[in-house]
């Protein structure tokens, strides 16, 4: 025990003195009472360890025993999974001017799981809620969710950390504002008055979770970085992500383009997780699409072979005289949202007898509860068929 102790504390001071981290000039961007001292100041290490080293150590060990012990084969999950995309995701952060030991943050966000999913719908690997994800360029619509590709959720989250760090000036606190929102950190900060997680832990001004969460990434990082002193011995590993991107025509079935390349959709879909139905989107020109690195010119000999019009699925519903947006939806079963992201918006402005209008393919498409037709419900109605219930129920009464 003494020498497990030894050993994180060991880690500890090498991660402090030896990491750099984003080094950009700080300015104070948090108000403080006038009575109160400043609390951002610049720093110029990726400084996560508190002065009193014991405590700290303590509530490491905590997490470190939770993953080793407790949810060991889980964990061991996690970091399997990670040998896919630490690679890449490293060479990200460190072009962003960042620490890499940041990339060790999926590990207890989701377990490195790109279809992550959580109970306040944050999504992807490193669960962004979808107003911060569209607010540092992801796009979320009908057709993908950029918050599940690995690559483009990495570049999201190191330009999130760095705006963190800038407000903060505090690795430890950017942290905290990365679980709980820039917003609640800033407050308790504020009404504390001074810059330092750790003796906020000692209010109720955070909520338990993010009083726990660095505590818990630092155990994180301790393990990844020597499993084998952790009971992690035979950690399963996997090849990095290595991948060509194809600029094509949108869109075109996913399963075309695995065809092209000679490999299995499983491929294209895992290389690809932000697509989520059978084709690249149609609301864009063109789309850049991943394939294994080693298939590109075949792929580019077999795709040119194919027509245009033979490269993207879809089934056809006719217009029938008295056709509106709703009847068609009504007739498909399926909702008008996906009418209007499969058909430019002019069809349906006047609606002809013969228009085809294009729906989505039967044998490739499995409609989600928003996807479905829903009839509405007439207010009217329903006021009516209450008032009829209340009268029947004072007759009944009255006759007894």
């Not at 080094?23 to 990726?46: G, L, N, R, V, Y």
């Not at 409609?367 to 009217?380: A, G």
Request: hydrophobic letters at 35%; charged letters at 30%.
């Amino acid at each position: 025990m003494v020498m497990k102790k030894f050993a994180i504390l060991f880690f500890f001071v090498i991660l402090n003195f030896s990491i750099p981290c984003y080094s950009e000039d700080i300015t104070p961007t948090i108000k403080q009472d006038e009575k109160k001292e400043a609390i951002i100041a610049k720093d110029e290490e990726f400084q996560l360890l508190p002065d009193t080293k014991q405590s700290f150590i303590e509530k490491v060990e905590k997490n470190i025993s939770l993953f080793s012990e407790n949810l060991k084969e889980r964990f061991s999950i996690w970091l399997s999974r990670s040998t896919k995309y630490i690679e890449k995701m490293k060479e990200i952060l460190t072009e962003k001017g960042l620490p890499e030991d940041l990339v060790y943050l999926p590990l207890i966000e989701s377990g490195f799981n790109v279809n992550a999913r959580s109970r306040a719908k944050a999504v992807g690997p490193w669960q962004f809620i979808e107003s911060t994800a569209k607010r540092y360029g992801l796009v979320i619509d009908w057709w993908r969710d950029e918050r599940k590709d690995p690559i483009k959720s990495t570049v999201a989250a190191a330009e999130y950390l760095k705006y963190l760090y800038k407000m903060f000036g505090d690795w430890s606190l950017a942290l905290a504002a990365y679980n709980a929102g820039e917003g609640r950190v800033y407050r308790a900060v504020n009404r504390f008055g001074e810059n330092d997680y750790w003796n906020l832990l000692n209010t109720t001004y955070l909520p338990n979770e993010t009083k726990n969460y660095v505590p818990k990434y630092i155990a994180a990082i301790t393990i990844a970085k020597q499993p084998e002193n952790y009971g992690f011995d035979s950690i399963k590993k996997h090849e990095s992500m290595s991948y060509a991107e194809i600029n094509i025509p949108s869109p075109t079935d996913l399963a075309v383009i695995a065809k092209c390349a000679q490999v299995d959709v499983t491929i294209i879909k895992e290389l690809n997780p932000e697509l989520k139905r059978w084709s690249t989107p149609m609301n864009v020109q063109n789309y850049t699409i991943r394939i294994p690195e080693e298939k590109k010119d075949i792929f580019m000999s077999n795709f040119e072979q194919i027509p245009s019009k033979k490269r993207f699925s879809h089934d056809t519903y006719i217009v029938k005289k008295g056709d509106t947006v709703y009847k068609i939806a009504k007739k498909t079963g399926l909702s008008t949202t996906v009418l209007y992201e499969m058909n430019e918006t002019e069809i349906f402005k006047q609606l002809k007898p013969g228009t085809q209008i294009m729906i989505p393919p039967h044998d490739k498409f499995t409609p989600s509860n928003e996807d479905k037709f829903y009839e509405k419900k007439s207010v009217k109605k329903t006021k009516v068929a209450k008032k009829k219930s209340s009268s029947t129920k004072n007759r009944k009464k009255i006759r007894r």
